[in-house]
């Protein structure tokens, strides 16, 4: 594993919040706010904020800077450009010294008071507290829709518990963490990785509020390429699935031949221009889905082979006794 020196030789605190950034300046002086308010109410003394810049075109680095010469809890990263919203939430976490993360997004959709109830199942025993929606409001119909397919049909997929209708927020203990940081795939789907690790996991239940401001970053198609990691990365059944059909198809393909063959013994048989038609056009769809399914697979290796970072750091703003390293790449998280 490759990690940022900045991360290194620095003491431990005993709460890091993680919080990935894209276009969110209207959203981070409420946010600071309220977090600083909740992790006072949960009584975590040793706190850091570590924020992270994903290539935004708003204020939002700005913004970062001026929270954090008022705020020396506040640790800025800022990334070279967008890498999306997971690899900008490993970033986050390889910065992050506490003994318990808090995951949190910049948009205050997840409440960042869930914080007291979360160490408080923390204490009685958990290594991961992570928030289960029972509603989402402000989220329009075709959103609230993919995201309830999404989740069901990524559960039997898997073979490991994968909670409903949750996602990146969470509170996570350092052993986690660690597992976490340890695991190289340039993939990421973080709360997945998350569940896959076991231990002791227990869900809130919490309603989902509007954006505070702005507008979303994630798009029907970046929703679309965060399944396709969710379901890439921690499961083969998908393949599985190919042998499946094949085996389907030879058996339909055997039963047409046997019918056919009778049909010409016995029958006056019809022209079979539309039964050929289905059945190339049934076994030409199957095979160009599974060939576009391998391909997934095989471009995701090949890009896993190349090992290259992960995200690239283009500077750190950390209040310290020591100057703030800035590294140039940072590799696994």
């Known amino acids: 594993m490759r990690s940022s020196a900045a991360s290194t030789n620095l003491a431990t605190v005993a709460l890091s919040v993680a919080i990935p950034c894209f276009n969110e300046a209207e959203n981070l002086n409420e946010l600071h706010r309220r977090l600083v308010t909740a992790c006072d109410a949960a009584g975590a003394d040793e706190v850091e904020i570590v924020l992270v810049n994903d290539g935004s075109t708003d204020r939002t680095w700005a913004v ?41 997004d910049a948009d205050l959709q997840d409440p960042p008071e ?75 789907f973080i709360r997945g990785m998350v569940s896959w690790v076991g231990f002791q996991q227990v869900a809130i239940e919490y309603d989902r509020e509007p954006r505070y401001a702005g507008k979303t970053g994630y798009s029907i198609a970046r ?6 990691d969710g379901v890439t990365s921690f499961s083969i059944r998908p393949l599985r699935i190919g042998i499946y059909c094949g085996l389907a198809l030879a058996v339909l393909s055997l039963l047409l031949i046997v019918g056919s063959i009778l049909a010409w013994a016995f029958l006056s048989p019809p022209p079979g221009w539309t039964s050929l038609v289905t059945v190339i056009l ?11 399914l ?22 750190v703003l950390r209040v310290e006794a020591q100057p703030a390293v800035r590294p140039a790449a940072v590799g696994s998280d």
Do not use: W
């Open 64 to 104: 970062i800077c001026e929270l954090a010469k008022h705020d020396p809890r506040i640790v800025g990263i800022d990334l070279s450009r967008n890498f999306g919203h997971q690899l900008a939430l490993s970033a986050a976490l390889s910065f992050c010294r506490g003994d318990r993360i808090f995951i949190l």
């Open 114 to 188: 869930l914080l007291s109830a979360m160490m408080e199942r923390m204490d009685e025993g958990a290594d991961v507290v992570y928030g289960k929606r029972r509603s989402r409001a402000g989220d329009p119909g075709h959103r609230l829709l993919a995201a309830k397919l999404f989740y069901r049909a990524l559960r039997p997929l898997v073979d490991f518990d994968f909670p409903l209708d949750t996602g990146d927020f969470r509170l996570i203990s350092r052993r986690v963490l660690d597992l976490i940081r340890s695991m190289p795939e340039a993939h990421r």
């Open 223 to 228: 929703l679309v390429g965060m399944a396709l």
């Open 282 to 292: 049934l076994l030409g769809g199957v095979q160009t889905a599974m060939l576009g």
């Open 294 to 315: 391998i391909g997934e697979y095989v471009s995701r290796n090949f890009i896993q082979s190349k090992g290259r970072p992960l995200f690239i750091v283009r500077d």
